[in-house]
């Protein structure tokens, strides 16, 4: 078998990675974390995780054809949303 079949592409990203694979900072990320506009996380051990296909799912849901496609969803900044009623 050869070298190249045995890696594999990572599952979980730590928050830098995802950031990088996202195009955002770190920080940016950290605050969509907090305020629960970002994609959906991982605790394991201690550490925040994100999966890969979460990270794409969040992403996409941004996803339009033209400046006038309303799209599917919203893809909130990084900072608190007001509550809705």
């Known amino acids: 078998m050869p070298p190249e079949a045995l890696v594999q592409r990572p599952r979980f990203l730590k928050t830098p990675h995802a950031a990088i694979h996202l195009g955002l900072s770190p920080r940016t990320l950290e605050k969509h974390r907090c305020y629960g ?7 394991l051990g201690g550490r925040v995780v994100y999966a890969i ?6 992403a996409a849901i941004g996803t339009r054809r033209s400046t006038s496609d309303a799209g599917s969803g919203t893809v909130y900044p990084a900072r608190r949303r007001p509550a809705e009623s």
């Open 37 to 43: 506009t970002g994609p959906i996380f991982r605790r």
């Open 53 to 58: 296909d979460d990270l794409e799912a969040w």
